[in-house]
T-cell receptor, first 111, second 119 residues
Framework: DAKTTQPPSMDCAEGRAANLPCNHS???????VYWYRQIHSQGPQYIIH???NNETNEMASLIITEDRKSSTLILPHATLRDTAVYYC????????????FGGGTRVLVKP | GAVVSQHPSRVICKSGTSVKIECRSL??????MFWYRQFPKQSLMLMAT?????????EQGVEKDKFLINHASLTLSTLTVTSAHPEDSSFYIC???????????????FGEGSWLTVV
């Protein structure tokens, strides 16, 4: 699986949009971009994933650049409960394929 | 949505004893489950891939005789930490892949995690 690079931490204001960047310059054509988050002392929670098109669901939006070398996770209206570590992972979707976690971005939403 | 559950959520055991952690997929069958370990303020580290009906595949540096994995059914995988020592104290997390998604790009779901403290 391709490696990803994320800023180690970022703060954002409650109610504002949070934009979380991820670089994956070595991504292959068949690798998806996945985002998970981990709230303290809990298991990771799936947020969103995409291949090349932008994606949106009830939690977030995922913007993938045209060359697919980077992406941005957007939390449209951050709340205090969004404080967590956010992980960007790229992987080929296959039955036995594992998720490899990097350092992630520790996001602190402030009132 | 898919749910993966772990039990127990917290366990304290004495040094030298063994402890078992269960991982269940509640509403789907999972031929593959994964076990992770996470130390405080660190990322998740994959320990092994659990395959139903066959031996688990361990990551480099993980002792298979110490961390016994059994995936006896399509909804249950167990991790047994044998002869536990204080350095085994950690947050153990399992995940399972939901195979029901028709569209490519299936999602993996995680359990709530299990805190192990060895005293």
């Amino acid at each position: 699986d391709a490696k990803t690079t994320q800023p180690p931490s970022m703060d954002c204001a409650e109610g504002r949009a949070a934009n979380l960047p991820c670089n994956h310059s070595t991504i292959s054509g068949n690798e998806y971009v996945y985002w998970y988050r981990q709230i303290h002392s809990q298991g990771p929670q799936y947020i969103i994933h995409g291949l090349k098109n932008n994606e949106t669901n009830e939690m977030a939006s995922l913007i993938i650049t045209e060359d697919r070398k980077s992406s941005t996770l957007i939390l449209p209206h951050a709340t205090l409960r969004d404080t967590a570590v956010y992980y960007c992972i790229v992987r080929v979707e296959a039955a036995g394929n594992k998720l490899t976690f990097g350092g992630g971005t520790r996001v602190l939403v402030k009132p | 949505g898919a749910v993966v559950s772990q039990h127990p959520s917290r366990v304290i055991c004495k040094s030298g004893t063994s402890v078992k952690i269960e991982c269940r997929s509640l509403d789907f069958q999972a031929t593959t489950m994964f076990w992770y370990r996470q130390f405080p303020k660190q990322s998740l580290m994959l320990m092994a891939t659990s395959n139903e009906g066959s031996k688990a595949t361990y990551e480099q540096g993980v002792e298979k005789d110490k961390f016994l994995i059994n995936h006896a059914s399509l909804t249950l995988s167990t991790l047994t930490v044998t002869s536990a020592h204080p350095e085994d104290s950690s947050f153990y997390i399992c995940s399972a892949r939901d195979p029901r998604q028709i569209r490519s790009g299936n999602t993996i779901y995680f359990g709530e995690g299990s805190w192990l403290t060895v005293v």
